[in-house]
Structures are given as structure tokens and as C-alpha cells.
């Protein structure tokens, strides 16, 4: 993996602007910084600027580990697409409303049977619909924490598709699309010829792991093994790739040779 500011990056974007991508994002620790408090992530003004000057060259799609709900409120633009809950909610096709079965089941054992011990632990609850998030970045422990999580999945029948995260343990069911579906549906949709995906999470390695050779993939966040192609030093440094994608778009765009 090589950082994208290199030549070989700008010899990618390029290549894939030729190919009229589709832009995928993730939300936290992408287009947000990581904050301590998950209700207190935005993308910041700059990036939602030139986010919705973007959207009027490219198709844009937010796909996040949050419910749809929840991220619409944090972005600054509209992008043409937003799929939440790591892929299972608001492909389109799908309705909002349908809500996984197993949720309810899972749900009614943890706050019955597990509530008391996860609180004790330190451990935030977020339930999204169509996946439940254990948040322990606060807890006093995190080791007991990570256990008192792990306890309780144990205890859910049926058994969830677990995806872990930066301090926090996602629950999701089995057979619910991930991220890698998620982009490879959008880009059927849009009738994109490529896809330029950004993520900086274990929920977003799907798509590392799967995307064809002529996508172009971006690990924000350096991580030792990552099967992205390229990688960013960390959050700050995506505002300048969205500027140089943004000056780039009127170019190769329009030049595919
Ligand atoms: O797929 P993403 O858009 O990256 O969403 C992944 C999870 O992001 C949020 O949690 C993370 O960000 C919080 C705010 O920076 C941080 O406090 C927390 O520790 C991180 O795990 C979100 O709350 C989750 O629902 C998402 O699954």
C-alpha cells in the first residue's frame, strides 16, 4: 500500500476519473474525525463544500456504519446516495422501514437479560434498526468491557455477523448486505464504469478485500496489511484528496485518454 499522494496515486486517480467513477465514502473517521462523543461527528464545512460542488460531477454515496437517519444531518451536502447500517439499510430498492426480525429478538434479550452489566462496564448502546453498536471507548476498562460485550452476544440466538470498530462491537444479521454490496449495487445503479472508495475501519476492509483491480481504494489511517491501494496518512489529509479529485474531475474527465 502506498500513500495516494505520490505519483502512482495521481496516476490512479486519473485513471480511474477516465472511467467515470462512482465516489464512495465512509462517514466516521473519513468525512468525520473521531470524536468521543459519536452525537458530535460532522464533516467539517470545508469538506461539505467541496463535497457539493463534487456531487454535480460524480455520483456521491455515503456508506455508514450509522443508521441513514442519523448521518443525513452530519454531512453539509446531499450526496445522491446514502446507505447506512454497513450496508443493510437504504440500498435502493430496499424500504427504509423493513426492519431485520432479529433485531427485536436481540434487542429484548440484551436489555433484558444484559443492560445492567453493559452500563456497569461503561458500555454505550446504540441501536440502529438494523444493527445494534457496543461503544466502550469510556469504559473504565476496556478489556472488561470488550468481555461484558462479548457475553452477551453469546447469548443471541440467532447468532449475529460480528464486525468490531474503533472501540465499539457491531451486531448485524448474517445475511445483511455489507459495505462491499452495498458500493458494488450503487455502482450497478449509477452506471458508473469504476469506484473510488475511501475508509478508515474494520467495517470497510470488505470492500478492500473485494474491490477489482481498476478500483481505486484508500485507507485512511495506515494500517499494516490493509489490501487498499492506497492509503492516507490519517483524516486530515482527506479534505486535500476531495480538493486535488475535485481539480482533477475537470480534466480527466473530459480527456479519458
Ligand atoms: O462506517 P462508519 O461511518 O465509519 O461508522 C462506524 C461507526 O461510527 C460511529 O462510531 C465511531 O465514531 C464515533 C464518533 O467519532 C466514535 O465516538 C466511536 O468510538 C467510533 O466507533 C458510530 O457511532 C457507529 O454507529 C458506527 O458504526
Given at each position: 500500500m502506498q500513500t495516494l499522494f505520490s505519483p502512482a496515486g495521481e496516476a490512479a486517480m486519473h485513471e480511474a476519473l477516465s472511467l467515470r467513477p462512482l465516489l464512495a465514502l465512509d462517514f466516521d473517521g473519513t468525512l468525520a474525525p473521531i470524536v468521543?462523543?459519536?452525537?458530535?461527528a460532522r464533516a467539517s464545512a470545508r469538506t461539505a463544500e467541496v463535497l457539493s460542488r463534487l456531487v454535480r460531477q460524480l455520483p456521491v454515496a455515503i456508506v455508514t456504519g450509522r443508521a441513514v437517519a442519523d448521518v443525513v444531518g452530519r454531512l453539509g451536502f446531499n450526496p445522491q446516495f446514502v446507505v447506512g447500517n454497513h450496508g443493510a439499510?437504504?440500498?435502493?430498492?430496499?424500504?427504509?422501514?423493513?426492519?431485520?426480525?432479529e433485531l427485536d429478538l436481540w434487542r429484548a434479550r440484551i436489555m433484558g437479560d444484559f443492560r445492567a452489566q453493559l452500563e456497569q462496564a461503561g458500555v454505550m448502546i446504540e441501536d440502529k434498526g438494523h444493527s445494534m453498536s457496543f461503544h466502550y471507548?469510556?469504559?473504565?476498562?476496556r478489556e472488561a468491557a470488550r468481555d461484558a460485550i462479548h457475553a452477551a452476544i453469546r447469548a443471541l440466538q440467532p447468532a449475529p455477523r460480528v464486525i468490531g470498530g474503533k472501540c465499539v462491537i457491531n451486531l448485524l444479521p448474517a445475511d445483511a448486505p455489507d459495505k462491499f454490496r452495498a458500493v458494488s449495487t450503487l455502482l450497478r445503479i449509477s452506471a458508473c464504469g469504476s469506484v473510488i472508495f475511501a475508509g478508515d475501519d474494520l467495517t470497510d476492509d470488505v470492500v478492500f478485500e473485494h474491490a477489482p483491480a481498476h478500483w481505486l481504494t484508500i485507507r485512511v489511517d495506515e494500517k499494516p496489511?490493509?489490501?487498499?491501494r492506497f492509503s492516507l496518512s490519517?483524516?486530515?489529509q482527506v479534505l486535500s484528496f476531495l480538493e486535488r479529485l475535485e481539480a482533477m474531475t475537470a480534466t480527466s474527465m473530459l480527456s479519458p485518454d
Amino acid at each position: 500500500m502506498q500513500t495516494l499522494f505520490s505519483p502512482a496515486g495521481e496516476a490512479a486517480m486519473h485513471e480511474a476519473l477516465s472511467l467515470r467513477p462512482l465516489l464512495a465514502l465512509d462517514f466516521d473517521g473519513t468525512l468525520a474525525p473521531i470524536v468521543g462523543d459519536p452525537s458530535a461527528a460532522r464533516a467539517s464545512a470545508r469538506t461539505a463544500e467541496v463535497l457539493s460542488r463534487l456531487v454535480r460531477q460524480l455520483p456521491v454515496a455515503i456508506v455508514t456504519g450509522r443508521a441513514v437517519a442519523d448521518v443525513v444531518g452530519r454531512l453539509g451536502f446531499n450526496p445522491q446516495f446514502v446507505v447506512g447500517n454497513h450496508g443493510a439499510e437504504g440500498l435502493p430498492g430496499t424500504d427504509l422501514r423493513d426492519l431485520p426480525p432479529e433485531l427485536d429478538l436481540w434487542r429484548a434479550r440484551i436489555m433484558g437479560d444484559f443492560r445492567a452489566q453493559l452500563e456497569q462496564a461503561g458500555v454505550m448502546i446504540e441501536d440502529k434498526g438494523h444493527s445494534m453498536s457496543f461503544h466502550y471507548r469510556h469504559a473504565p476498562d476496556r478489556e472488561a468491557a470488550r468481555d461484558a460485550i462479548h457475553a452477551a452476544i453469546r447469548a443471541l440466538q440467532p447468532a449475529p455477523r460480528v464486525i468490531g470498530g474503533k472501540c465499539v462491537i457491531n451486531l448485524l444479521p448474517a445475511d445483511a448486505p455489507d459495505k462491499f454490496r452495498a458500493v458494488s449495487t450503487l455502482l450497478r445503479i449509477s452506471a458508473c464504469g469504476s469506484v473510488i472508495f475511501a475508509g478508515d475501519d474494520l467495517t470497510d476492509d470488505v470492500v478492500f478485500e473485494h474491490a477489482p483491480a481498476h478500483w481505486l481504494t484508500i485507507r485512511v489511517d495506515e494500517k499494516p496489511g490493509s489490501r487498499a491501494r492506497f492509503s492516507l496518512s490519517g483524516q486530515h489529509q482527506v479534505l486535500s484528496f476531495l480538493e486535488r479529485l475535485e481539480a482533477m474531475t475537470a480534466t480527466s474527465m473530459l480527456s479519458p485518454d
